[in-house]
């Protein structure tokens, strides 16, 4: 495996493995690598002849009180997962690369409405940061395809139609998210909880799934569905931010004829803010 950490470098090795004719798969990644990255490895390995990771930790997308001083930074350990997983070339950028005038004087790309919503309601300026990150890494790369974790699911979405919205020439592929046995989405920040709160966490998920089958039993969406689930989460010990029932497909609310949906739901733990979603289809 190559590692770069310059534009030029990765100029260079880009047009080798272009001249080769090979097709490219991307997978931008914030590092401390987990099964999940794994996954979407695999995934970018089923569409392409070269795969190429990146662990950039983006200051852009942090809000002033959130972790980006503390966020954990494996690079040791993230190479050598990168390695065992095939993957060819890592792009670790340093901040001067991704924003070469400083990241305060940054040209930013914001995908309205969706980027206020849901996560972006309680994190303001936070897909604002993803999108311009996720745009100037793909300028830099130029691969075919992109991919990115469901599990982030109104962040997919964002890169999905900011992509569309920009005419980048690259596909945008989503993948399921990865669980651990108990049913907790592998994330990164729960190495933050507790033994006592890494015991609750699985709570979110098994809630989100009862909304699921109580909203397919009754084959419809109450009003009240998303404050429930909310309530249920309380009992627990959770501080939900949101829970919702959105379209798959531009996460709008959805109306009766509404069909392929998502929960998706924020709730914090202690000093974690944990996300998740349940996508499930309604019968005709
Ligand atoms: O999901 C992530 O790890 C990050 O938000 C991403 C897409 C790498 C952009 O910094």
Redesign the pocket.
Known sequence: MITVDSGVGLKEHMARMRSSGKRIAFV???GNLHAGHIRLMQEARRHAQAVIASI?V?PL?FGQNEDFSSYPRTPAHDKVTLLSAGVNLLFMPTDSVVYPRGVAAQTFVEVPDLSDDLCGAFRPGHFRG?AT??NRLLNLVTPDVAV??KK?YQ?WQIIRLMTADLGLPVEIIGVDTVREPDGLAISSRNNYLTPAERKLAPQLYETLCSLRDRIVKNGEITDEAGADAMIELKGCGFRPDYVSVRRQDDLGKPNLNDRRLVILAAAWLGGTRLIDNVEFELMK
């Open positions: 931008p990644t914030m950039y983006n997308q993803v990150v996720v990115f974790g982030d962040q």
